[in-house]
């Protein structure tokens, strides 16, 4: 009976895993914006820009803010306003630290930002006075985020988290068995487990 096996994993789907599927695209979905809105919010406008004040508290809380929404992509809000800045007054020429028209592909592109963004995080890079005014500053939590190690949790926290996902999109529908007492096993046959 094929029909019997089409309406177990409908069931399935819709009524164990997709609960879990929708709970999982959600969570994704909301550190997505969540990282968007602290790159935008604290780093561009805040860090890059200088659009509006915020008292010490709310400047540190942004950091962590960035940190745990950034995760493993995290960037130094203070590297940022510095490239950011740089970017505006070098626009498409050869001190645009991102400019595609002095790379020969996006993969070269984002490898010559990348480098340019370590340089100034790491303070190895002489950067113009002009472009370090006003910035938001926290060393301690720019090293942490910026280290190997904490990349290396982050993608340990990944992984885990991936797991767990795993685990609620599996596990409900390979036990589903046994809260039915018996699968169908194909010419009308059910077999008890």
């Not at 070098?90 to 370590?118: G, K, V």
């Not at 190895?124 to 985020?145: A, H, I, M, Q, Y």
């Not at 949790?153 to 809260?179: E, K």
């Amino acid at each position: 009976m094929p029909w019997l096996w089409s309406c177990t994993l409908a069931y399935l789907i819709s009524y164990l895993a997709l609960p879990n599927i929708m709970a999982i695209l959600l969570f994704f979905v909301g550190v997505w914006y969540l990282s968007l809105f602290s790159q935008t919010f604290f780093q561009h406008r805040y860090a890059a820009h200088g659009s509006f004040t915020i008292s010490r508290f709310w400047e540190r809380f942004f950091f962590l803010f960035s940190y745990i929404t950034q995760g493993s992509s995290y960037m130094s809000p203070r590297a940022y306003a510095i490239m950011h800045r740089m970017h505006h007054a070098y626009t498409d020429t050869e001190q645009d630290p991102h400019s595609p028209n002095f790379s020969s592909n996006i993969f070269a592109m984002m490898w010559r930002t990348r480098m340019i963004y370590l340089g100034i995080d790491r303070k190895r890079v002489p950067v113009e006075k002009r472009f370090t005014k006003n910035l938001p500053k926290w060393d301690r939590l720019d090293r942490w985020g910026n280290s190997p190690l904490s990349r290396a949790l982050w993608v340990v926290a990944y992984v885990t988290f991936f797991g767990v996902c795993y685990q609620l999109l599996v596990v409900p529908a390979a036990s589903h068995r046994h809260y039915h007492g018996g699968l169908p096993r194909g010419r009308g046959q059910l077999v008890r487990t």
